[in-house]
């Protein structure tokens, strides 16, 4: 279904890496690191700043505020800032490796012009692919995969993945028009919007994807290798 597309538009969790990365390894990793934030918390710090703009004097009640927030996945402004911050850092130490799929890496190395749409941030999406684990020697060096990305998108440049205008407004973004462009992704909402201003859609079925009941309604791909 790839080839007579010059232009690919992906989703990252549950598309070109497991829906569980997020969950699994990103969230725990920031709320191990919550209460040594809090208690640490030295003046003047990037850390401090941010912690500030909650506006909780006490380390413990601020400690529990920032873990409720967390546990009830509230899309707070300031937590969102501070969890970047956090994550920037996991990434830079080495600590967080992305683990895109081998299948994925090579699409978006081979592929000419390749853009990112993901309700995470951009510069969320930045590191992301700044950190990628290398498949063939995970203990080392991560890989940028930076270089072969030609754009990124999320909900501030664009609008919510499930409208249509958001994807309208990439195409204009991008300056392609609808039958050049395929969009993959997992979830079959964001496929129908994006099929709805002409675009070519794609759906992805990785392990641990929440299973898709009217699949015959879409291209579906296990893998990058037959696009
Ligand atoms: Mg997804």
Known sequence: MGDSYSTYLLDIEGTVCPISFVKDTLFPYFAKKVPQLVQQDSRDSPVSDILSQFHIGDKDQLQAHILELVAKDVK???LKQLQGHIWAQGYESGQIKAPIYADAIDFIKRKKRVFIYSSGSVKAQKLLFGY????NTPALDSLDLNSYIDGYFDINTSGKKTKAQSYANILRDIGASASEVLFLSDNPLELDAAASVGIGTGLATRPGNTPVPDT???????????L
């Open 76 to 78: 707070d402004p300031i």
């Open 132 to 135: 990628v684990q290398d498949p």
């Open 216 to 226: 015959q309604k879409y291209q579906v791909f296990k893998n990058f290798e037959t």
